[in-house]
């Protein structure tokens, strides 16, 4: 080999390291799911229609070997989902627009399961999230923000999860289970950046919410949300990474979404 080539070989070779570097983000550390499982157990909103698995073949095809094919069915909105902000606002971003920075990046949790844990209509307030900040010495600002209320535990159990075990519209008035305050809402668009915002119940609005304000606020910025998010209770209140890859649907306002938490170590 030349000189020459093996020079232009080794300036190639340093200028993929270095666009490698610039566009892949490392993660290490330990791993939490913080994704329900989808089944016909999945938790969707009374007037959604809920998960199907249908089987199209299980078993020893006539070529001899073993194969699997399904067909699935869902409402955008059920099980851990993403919340697109068109979903409560007009001309914000569909599932496929949310860009990556909003699905990726450091993560806090904010406990309010005490709370939450004799009131499952309490919402969120702001002093919350100050006192979040002030009990750990940071900003919220950056951040994925995860509200852990408890209410994952209930998980497949509507009755205890949503309030009712109900199904149609006229469950939709019995529906009780914590949400974000409406000026909680406003105060984070006023005064902080966050990437999104996720809940362990089925809406970041309260269950008696009629206007979803908490909803209609934030999206208005292009802030997304998950809902129905899993396991906050083994992830930790800072130090760590999120990862929420929804399914991505061409105009959808809403995606099935898979979160996980990378927990430093």
């Known amino acids: 080999m030349s000189k020459n080539l093996s ?26 799911d913080l994704t329900h499982v989808f089944d016909e157990d999945a938790v969707y909103w009374p007037t959604a229609e809920g ?16 194969y699997e094919a399904n067909n699935f069915s869902a409402a955008e909105h059920g099980g851990t989902h993403l919340d697109a902000p068109v979903h409560f606002f007009a001309g914000r971003h569909t599932a496929d ?35 979040w900040e002030k009990t750990h010495r940071k900003t919220i600002d950056g951040t994925i923000v995860l509200l852990h209320t408890g209410f994952g535990k209930y998980w497949p159990d509507r009755a205890r999860y949503m309030g009712t075990d109900e199904r149609g519209a006229d469950a939709v008035p019995k529906l009780h289970f ?22 362990d119940t089925p809406s ?7 206007h979803f304000e908490s909803h209609v606020t934030l999206y208005e910025q292009n802030i997304p949300a998950f809902e129905n998010v899993a396991n906050l209770h083994l992830v930790p209140a800072k130090d760590f990474q999120v990862i929420a890859l929804p399914m ?3 105009g959808g ?11 430093e170590e």
């Not at 190639?12 to 610039?22: D, E, K, N, P």
């Not at 698995?53 to 299980?58: E, K, P, Q, S």
């Open 204 to 210: 970041i609005d309260t269950g008696q919410s009629t």
């Open 7 to 32: 020079c232009l070989i080794a300036v190639f070779f340093l200028l993929y390291v270095g666009c490698r570097s610039q566009t892949q983000e490392h993660f290490s550390g330990r791993l939490i």
């Open 248 to 250: 991505k649907i061409k």
């Open 253 to 263: 306002s809403g995606a099935p979404l898979r979160i996980v938490a990378v927990v």
């Open 178 to 199: 914590p949400g974000l305050h409406p000026e909680a809402a406003k105060w984070l668009v006023a005064n902080r950046t966050i990437k999104a915002i996720g809940f």
């Open 51 to 66: 998960f199907k698995l249908d089987v199209v073949f299980r078993g020893e095809n006539p070529q001899g070997f073993h």
């Open 97 to 131: 627009q949310v860009p990556l920075d909003r699905l990726i990046g450091p993560g806090i949790v904010v406990d309010v399961t005490e709370k939450c844990a004799n009131n499952p209509d309490y919402q969120v307030e702001v002093s919350d999230l100050t006192d």
